[in-house]
């Protein structure tokens, strides 16, 4: 185990050296002087001299990655290059919740919908539900976000026109407002969990206790909670991670569609202003939640499954 | 037709109904996009003022969007760019990254560590995460500086960064697997040099493994490509790609919904049909795999 964190603990500070190296390295090689735009029409040496120095412009290309990092570990993403000296802490500290917010409940709503759906796909084998499960999820993993968007919007309309309850088409402030963008983000990973869930329920059916469960006569219902599903639903936290790095790139699409005021929207804002420091925070941001996610899922597939040796 | 060709991947991957279908469909659609604009001559940017936002009618087969511009026309465009882009990325992932996994799998030491180590590095970013960075970063520097053509290649660029180190590393693996055949230490025993196993033993092996990758693959570049456009990072004005179309027919779905259903059902047409082909490649060069 010691061998194991050790090995886990080296891999997660190579993965963190590589995503901030090469995101300060990306935003350093932005071709033209910041500060020459950021001072605009004013032309004088002096202020040129001090904002250089205040953005820390002025040292090594060393020593600015090493007080980006010592300032990322303070939580110091910065300062913004289009509001001149504000922290870019500022600027995306209230995107964070309300992105973690709807990944967040994506990610819930995934898992406990594809878990069930896989299993009782499995459970209910070669008939017309297990087709009908594995055809709708397939369609779900294969129909990307931005085709599924217009399709929930054109169906809300309809609802709308036919005088039915119908959801907010897009926005931010009330918990309507998240009804869409959850089913859009979760839509890809429901499929993908109840995959997985279906095969792993299949090859558990499949195992020696199972039938020792069966032939002491214990009820079909204990069997599946307390057997099945325990064992079945392992190969789904391996998924955790990727499903998580899957909706880093879901938040831009869907924070933009629907304009939610969430660090996907605050990059894509940052970019048509070119705030570049903005940008790499939320990258930075976006990129160490997957890492964590990753390694926790690590863990605690080990926790949970002593069998497995991690390589 | 020879009688090895029956026998040969490429004969049973025709011969299989998916992969058959597959390729005709594909055939279609690119023959459609090249061919565009010789057997639909109407300009994707030139607006018609007398049919604005206009419904589909005998002019305009799939209506016109909001500048009066026609959507047939500009589907056919953006098809060609998404085509065009996902090719490029697949050629970039092949010679780089194919060729870098090679490299790292056959010969192994540090040059296997320099290039592991690099896909490393570029794992660290999950999804699109990097290519987003990237397109983001140069996208209003290259544009003004050189232009739409190079802009273009910068979201080719953006994406094969993206690509490059998974088929590196899956080639990689590949070649890992088949140095410790038999037939390869069996080459070794007879003397044969390095070069010689590579050219006679390793490529015929793992030509079929790459061309399915990188196929599989092309989903990605697709999805990746409108996802970027979708974000305004990818190709710009008046030029468009499917999901640029997406985007900007996404306001109008009340007025005008074929603006939004004609690029969306391309899309997912597209992208199945070259997920198809892949799953008919794979069975037909690695038929164990099944």
């Known amino acids: 185990m010691a061998q194991f964190l050790t090995r886990r603990a080296l891999s997660l500070i190579f993965v963190l050296f590589s995503l901030t190296f090469l995101t300060f390295l990306i935003g350093r090689l932005v071709p033209g002087d910041p500060i020459l735009v950021l001072m605009g029409p004013r032309r004088d040496p002096d202020t040129y001299a001090r904002l250089r120095h205040l953005y820390g412009l002025d040292r090594s290309l060393i020593e600015q990655y090493l007080r980006y990092v010592g300032g990322l570990l303070r ?68 129909v990307p976000s931005f085709v599924l968007i217009p399709l929930l919007w054109a169906l809300n309309l309809a609802a709308y026109r036919a005088g039915w309850p119908s959801l907010p088409q897009a926005g931010w402030g009330r918990p309507a407002h998240m009804v869409l963008p959850i089913l859009v983000l979760a839509a890809a990973n429901i ?22 469960a069966r032939a002491k006569g ?63 925070g939320t990258t930075i941001i976006l990129g160490v939640t997957v890492v964590i996610m990753n390694t926790l899922t690590d863990l605690l597939y080990r926790v949970f499954d002593p069998r497995i040796e991690l390589e | 037709m020879r009688p090895d060709f029956q026998t040969s991947p490429w004969g049973r991957l025709v011969r299989s109904p998916l992969g058959a279908l597959s390729l005709v469909m594909l055939a279609l659609v690119i023959c459609a996009a090249l061919a565009g604009p010789l057997i639909y001559p109407i300009d994707p940017t030139t607006p018609d003022f007398a049919a604005i936002n206009a419904a589909p009618s005998l002019f305009h087969p799939l209506g016109t969007d909001r500048l009066g511009r026609d959507t047939l026309a500009r589907l056919l465009a953006g098809l060609r760019i998404s085509l065009l882009v996902a090719v490029v990325v697949e050629a970039i992932n092949i010679v780089v990254g194919a060729s870098l996994g090679l490299l790292a799998g056959f010969f192994g030491g540090w040059a296997d560590a320099l290039i592991s180590r690099l896909a490393d590095m570029l794992f660290a970013f999950p999804g699109l995460l990097l290519a987003i960075l990237v397109a983001a970063v ?8 050189y232009g739409a053509t190079a ?38 025993a007879l003397g044969q040099r390095d070069l010689g196993i590579l050219r006679l033993h390793i490529l015929p092996n793992i030509t079929g493994l790459v061309i399915t990758a990188a196929t599989l693959d092309v989903v990605n570049v697709i999805v990746g490509e409108a996802t970027l ?23 109008l779905l009340a007025q005008n919904g074929m603006l939004v259903a004609a690029p969306a059902i391309t899309l997912t047409i597209l992208v199945l049909l070259f997920s198809f082909l892949g799953d008919a490649l794979r069975d037909a060069f690695d038929p164990t795999s099944r």
């Open chain 1, 191 to 212: 499929g993908y969990i109840t995959r997985l869930m279906r095969s792993s329920t299949l090859e558990v059916l499949r195992d020696d206790y199972v039938r020792t």
């Open chain 2, 151 to 188: 802009r273009l290649l910068l979201v080719v660029i953006s994406l094969a960064l993206v690509g490059w180190p998974l088929m590196a590393r899956y080639v990689r693996g590949q070649v890992l697997g088949l140095r410790q055949r038999d037939f390869v230490l069996a080459a070794r």
């Open chain 1, 75 to 142: 939580g110091d993403f910065g300062l913004s290059f289009r509001y001149e000296g504000r922290p870019v802490r500022e600027l995306i500290a209230q995107g964070v919740p309300i992105s973690l917010l709807v990944g967040g409940l994506a990610l819930a709503l995934s898992v406990l919908a594809g878990v069930p759906l896989g299993m009782f796909a499995a459970l209910r084998h070669n008939s017309l539900v297990d087709r009908g499960i594995v055809g709708l999820t397939l369609a779900f993993y294969a």
């Open chain 1, 218 to 280: 214990l009820r079909e219902r204990t069997v599946v909670l307390r057997h099945v599903l325990r064992n079945a639903i392992l190969p789904v936290l391996t998924m955790l991670g990727p499903a998580t790095a899957f909706l880093v790139t879901g938040a831009f699409v869907v924070e933009n569609l629907f304009t939610i005021p969430g660090i996907g929207r605050i990059s894509i804002e940052a970019i048509g202003q070119r705030d570049y420091p903005v940008i790499q």
């Open chain 2, 229 to 251: 456009s979708l974000l305004g990072l990818g190709i710009q004005p008046p030029s468009t790609s499917i999901g640029k179309m997406i985007v900007e027919g996404a306001p």
């Open chain 2, 138 to 145: 140069f996208g209003a520097w290259v544009t003004e500086n």
